[in-house]
């Protein structure tokens, strides 16, 4: 009796720590998938794609069943007193539940990441070498619409975790440097007026 208790509350303990999860999930992964979309339409010059985010769907789908497998198992273990063939029938049904939610993971996470990389080369990006730019975060790449940006020390130093920020600093980055350039020209331009304002007068 003691143990068909441990194995009720091991059961429950489970369905709400799947439940618990599941709405992290729900509430998470509709934020990230707009910050991607966001970045691949925002025109910056550099963004970068979280590969990650996209094992969401397919995680919420496995903690799905995993939970309705807990509430299940809960009423068949306050119900019976010993496994039946119903039972053995019941945890079959769910062990194939549980494999091909699994596998949808893995499925999700490449028809998601196939949809924004596509996105973003429609929108005119290209994606930088895997070891030009976060090298050592395999599930994030740097996309472009300036392939230089990839080698760029400037862009490397603000580029190190993959954060949104990053892209949106990287993006400030360039917009101080093009007004430095301007800046630059614009005093040049003035430099060389007043030399032929002054061989002018001397002549």
């Known amino acids: 009796m003691e143990l068909k208790n441990k194995a009720i509350m091991a059961s429950m303990g489970l369905a709400g720590f799947s439940l618990l999860l599941i709405a992290l999930m729900l509430w998470l992964f509709p934020l990230q998938f707009e910050n991607q979309l966001e970045a691949i339409y925002s025109g910056r010059q550099l963004i970068v794609i979280s590969g990650s985010d996209a094992y969401a769907p397919g995680v919420i789908l496995f903690l799905v069943v995993l939970l309705l497998f807990s509430i299940k198992a809960t009423f068949y273990l306050i119900r019976h007193q010993q496994p039946s063939v119903q039972g053995q029938r019941f945890v079959k049904t769910f062990s194939i539940a549980l494999l ?104």
């Open 100 to 203: 091909i939610s699994f596998a949808f993971v893995f499925l999700g996470n490449y028809l998601i990441n196939s949809y924004l990389e596509s996105e973003a080369a429609d929108n005119g990006y290209q994606p930088c070498p895997a070891s030009a730019l976060l090298f050592a975060r395999v599930t994030y790449s740097v996309w472009t619409l300036n392939p230089s940006l990839c080698y760029d020390t400037d862009v490397r130093h603000i580029v190190q975790r993959g954060g949104w920020n990053e892209s949106k600093d990287v993006e400030q980055m360039l917009q101080r440097r093009e007004k430095q350039q301007q800046a630059r020209r614009q005093f040049l331009l003035q430099e060389e007026q007043i030399k032929q304002q002054r061989a002018a007068k001397t002549q």
